[in-house]
């Protein structure tokens, strides 16, 4: 490989995520491999796919994540990066897909759709027996709490909700 960057466009058009796969790649000056629907539908076809295409950066749910581990036969030789957003990211799956990937990069990405896609990144690694992946830390110009039902901070561990906030200029 020579270095440059192949996204895919793999996620529906009309889902907030898919603006990460889409722009984000056309942006930084990458190549955008874009997908039929009935590939991205069957897990094999899109096994396939990262390979033909030598796809480098992929984003999706961490249920496509699954499916698609299932359907590879092994680690795509271009593959450097995953970014999972949109759903919970378990342990479980990360170590699956270390296992099955290799070192590849790997982010979680949290953020309502009321929020403008992602409010918080976190970068993946090895956390013991951690059941979830973090959230991460909020992305430039957010603000994160977390907050009780009543709107007041919490200690680490307790019930509570995320609630981000872009600070006033």
């Known amino acids: 490989a020579d270095g440059s960057v192949v996204g895919s466009e793999l996620l529906a058009q009309g889902f907030d995520g898919a603006q990460w796969e889409i722009l984000v790649t056309l942006a930084s000056g990458a190549c955008l491999v874009v997908a039929a629907e009935d590939d991205v539908r069957d897990p094999q076809r899109v096994a396939r796919l990262l390979v033909e295409e030598r796809i480098t950066d992929l984003h999706g749910t961490p249920s496509q994540h699954e499916q698609l581990l299932a359907a590879l036969d092994g680690p795509p030789p271009e593959l450097r990066a995953l970014h999972l957003g949109g759903e919970q990211f378990t342990s479980g799956l990360y170590t699956r897909a270390r296992e099955a990937l290799g070192p590849v990069r790997c982010t979680n ?13 976190w ?8 059941p979830i992946v973090p959230i991460g830390h909020p992305i430039a110009n957010t603000q994160m709490h977390v907050l009780d039902r009543w709107g007041r901070p919490v200690p680490v561990g307790a019930p509570a909700r995320p609630v981000w906030r872009w600070p006033r200029s």
């Open 109 to 121: 990405l949290y953020g309502p759709t009321e929020a403008a896609v992602d409010v918080t990144f």
């Open 123 to 130: 970068a993946c690694q090895r956390d013991g027996d951690r």
